[in-house]
């Protein structure tokens, strides 16, 4: 079929696009329109779940090059050599809104990147913050019911995020970088990254170091006031980075890391596996270790943006995760959810596919490839699914390496993970944490002009809590410092 003919999905030439069949010219439709009924059947099944958070977002290709090597502490291939190159997917979003929600809300911004590495995908899925509310995965959809419209009214409500605020003091800090001048980005381009969790390196030697990541916006922190926000278009900050990339105006990323080691997180004042806490530059500089560059759009927003699935599960050998109660949640959410909102074999679809060679013995499922990505032909295929091939096993292990069955790559396992602390197992209560200081630090380097519009910001939504909220959060701020409360306080009197 000639590429300019418009057929059916099976590939058939199409007859008429405008017209159903019908019984003469006034009468009814047949049931041989067979085609209509694939054109409305099909529409009907256009949409997949949303994401049940960072529903809205916008997405570009990109490239990470190192500018300097990390092999003293991770044999991550991909980390290896100043100046080489890894291709990138990165997907910014809102958090609370739907599909269709406005770029501007008083929201974190996530920060998701997948590098297609050599020997595998690893996906970072961060956010603009360093910190986050929680530090126990089982808040997480308390927390998020909180934040998403009233479930009676289906309006938002900004009384219940303050009610849960009220009785989680964990939150205080990221509550306190949300409601700052830096709550509403002027555009994706203009947003820090963090991985926000410690993460871990691990080397040739078996040595394990733990690591925050951190990516700089070289386009400089923009932010917008509530009023300046009100006045954008709904999707502006998407337009933003589309038009920018069409322009060839490349936006960049220099990317830092952290790093302690294992020796140093025994005792270490600070938490260094709770989420709600920042490690100190001062006591662990940020080390500079590539650049991050965004220079191409996405075709197809739907097969791209919508269906691309980054999961913190998705290591790379040199790369792991850390004991952080948080990311160990993640660990297991991500997948299940993929698997919820586009299928078993979400790792087949092109966005997602690994660059390199996937070899295993999963096999079957809706939207199988086949021994290829789905909407890659065969020739051109570098996946492999062992299962799928006419002639290798579908177990493992089997007598059929000599065949290129795959086998298993033990070196690449991580070392064994300590076990830090209280190691009895049961519910182990983080109440005890501190989440006043670094809080507290926070507003305490914010001039003037900042602190009144912090105090805005919180008091716009507080006002419409109860007393007895109000109260519990006037008690929160005043531990991380008086004159937060004070700010507060008075800010509330004039709301
Ligand atoms: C236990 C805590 C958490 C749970 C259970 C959770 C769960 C989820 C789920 C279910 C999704 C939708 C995934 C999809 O449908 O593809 C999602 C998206 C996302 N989450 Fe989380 N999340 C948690 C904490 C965090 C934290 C701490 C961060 C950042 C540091 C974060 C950043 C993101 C980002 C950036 C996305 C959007 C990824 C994309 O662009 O597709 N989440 N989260």
């Not at 091939?389 to 493992?396: E, G, L, M």
Request: glycine content about 8%.
């Amino acid at each position: 079929m000639s590429k300019t003919t418009l057929t059916t999905s099976a590939g058939a030439p199409v007859a008429d696009d405008n017209n159903s069949i019908s019984v003469g010219a006034r009468g009814p439709l047949t049931f041989d329109n067979h085609y209509l009924f694939e054109k409305l059947a099909h529409f009907n099944r256009e949409r997949i779940p949303e994401r049940v958070v960072h529903a809205r977002g916008t997405a570009a290709y990109g490239t990470f090059t190192v500018t300097k090597s990390l092999s003293d502490y991770t044999f991550a291939n991909f980390l290896q050599t100043v100046g080489s190159q890894t291709e990138v997917f990165l997907r910014f979003s809102t958090v609370g809104g739907g599909q269709d929600s406005n770029d501007y809300a008083r929201d974190p911004r996530g920060f998701a990147v997948k590098f297609y590495t050599n020997e595998g995908n690893w996906d970072m899925v961060g956010n603009n913050t360093p910190v986050f509310f929680l530090n126990d995965p089982i808040k997480f959809p308390d927390f998020i019911h909180s934040q998403k419209k009233d479930a009676r009214t289906n309006l938002p409500n900004s009384a219940n995020a303050f009610e849960f605020w009220a009785n989680h003091p964990q939150s205080l800090h990221q509550m306190t970088i949300l409601m700052s001048d830096r709550g509403i980005p002027l555009s994706y381009r203009n947003v820090h990254g963090f991985s926000s969790h410690t993460l871990s390196f691990y080397n040739a030697q078996g040595k394990r170091s733990w690591v925050k990541w951190h990516f700089k916006t070289n386009q400089g922190i923009k932010t917008l006031t509530n009023e300046e926000a009100a006045k954008m278009p709904v999707n502006g900050a998407q337009k933003d980075l589309v038009d920018a990339i069409d322009r060839g105006e490349f936006p960049s990323w220099t990317v830092k890391v952290q790093i302690m080691s294992e020796a140093d997180a025994r005792t270490y004042g600070i938490n260094p596996f709770d989420l709600t806490k920042v490690w100190p530059h001062k006591d662990y500089p940020l080390i500079e270790i590539g650049q991050l560059e965004l220079n191409k759009n996405v075709r197809n927003y739907f097969a791209e943006t919508e269906q691309v699935a980054f999961a913190p599960s998705n290591f790379v050998p040199g790369i792991n995760a850390s004991p952080d109660k948080m990311l160990q949640g993640r660990l297991l959410a991500y997948q299940d959810a993929h698997r919820y909102r586009i299928g078993a074999n979400v790792n087949q679809i092109p966005v997602n596919a690994a660059k390199c060679p996937v070899n295993h013995y999963q096999r079957d499922g809706a939207f199988s490839g086949m021994g290829c990505p789905v909407g890659h032909s065969s020739d051109e295929a570098s996946y492999t699914n062992a299962a799928h091939t006419i002639s290798a096993a579908n177990f493992f292990p089997n007598d059929r390496a000599s065949d290129g069955a795959p086998v298993t790559t033990p070196h690449v396992a991580p070392p064994l993970m300590p076990v830090l602390g209280d190691a009895w197992i049961g519910y182990h209560n983080q109440d005890a944490e501190d989440y006043y200081t670094q809080a507290g630090n926070l507003f305490r380097i914010m001039n003037d002009n900042q602190k009144a519009q912090l105090f805005g910001n919180i008091a716009g939504g507080l006002s419409t809590a109860s007393a007895s909220i109000q109260e519990r959060m006037l008690a929160q701020f005043a531990k991380a410092d008086p004159a937060y409360a004070e700010g507060v306080k008075q800010a509330l009197a004039a709301a």
